[in-house]
Structure formats: C-alpha cells, structure tokens
C-alpha cells in the first residue's frame, strides 16, 4: 500500500515562492511511474497542475506554466513542487498523485485525475494579494 505525505504549504504573499514536498512510503518511487500534483480551490474542481514520469518527462498546466516546477528525488523517495512567482489565484488545497500509468504523461493524459491511484491528504497553500 502506497502512503503519501504532503509539507511544505502555508501561507504566502502574491510574488513569493514554496516549495511543496510528496513523501511515499510503501512502494519504491521508481517503481510509481507517473506522479503529479493536483490542486482544489473552494467550489471548484480538483484540477492537476504538474506531472512527471519515469524518464523524467513534465507537463504543467497553462494556468502554472513557467512558474511552477515538478521534480523527484529517487533516492529520498520524494516528489516536489517548486512555485515561484504566486498569484492569488493559486490559493487551493495541493494534492500529491500517484500511480498513473509510465505513458500517461507522453500521451498527455498525465494531468487526468482518474489516471492515479494514490492520493495524499493535501496541504493548504494561501496566497495573498
């Protein structure tokens, strides 16, 4: 059973940076192949942000493109999330994902939440103008 731990959000004005952490336990992140980040704002649907798969391929939304960033560490067994340049319309519940299958990002489906099978509880991030 795949466990994921979110950290890293809080509170932030509008122009500022933070970086998101994934831990998973349970199952060894080489063998997740595709993760992601997802986010739900109140009253809206939960919307996927950034994935990477196993070779390393990203994808973003256009709504994040060029501010945000998705990387991993194998040896630590940990996803991150790096946002700089944050708008207040960023303010949601971040979600890590995993589980999607290795060719969902190269056939751009890495950003469908029904292709994960693992969720983390999620971490508020709150951006102020």
């Known amino acids: 059973q795949v466990q994921l731990v979110e950290s890293g959000g809080g509170s932030v004005q509008a122009g500022g940076s933070l970086r998101l952490s994934c831990g998973a336990s349970g199952n060894s992140f080489n063998t997740m192949d595709t993760m992601g980040w997802f986010r739900q704002a109140p009253g809206k649907e939960r919307e996927g942000v950034a994935t990477i798969d196993g070779t390393g391929r990203t994808r973003y939304s256009d709504s994040v493109k060029g501010r945000f960033t998705i990387s991993k560490d194998n040896a630590v067994n940990t996803l991150y999330l790096q946002m700089d340049s944050l708008k207040p319309e960023d303010t949601a519940i971040y979600y890590c994902?995993?589980?999607?299958?290795?060719?969902?990002?190269?056939?751009?489906?890495?950003?469908?939440?029904?292709?994960?099978?693992?969720w983390g509880q999620g971490t508020q991030v709150t951006v102020s103008s």
């Open positions: 994902a995993a589980g999607a299958p290795r060719w969902a990002v190269s056939m751009g489906r890495g950003l469908e939440r029904n292709r994960y099978n693992y």
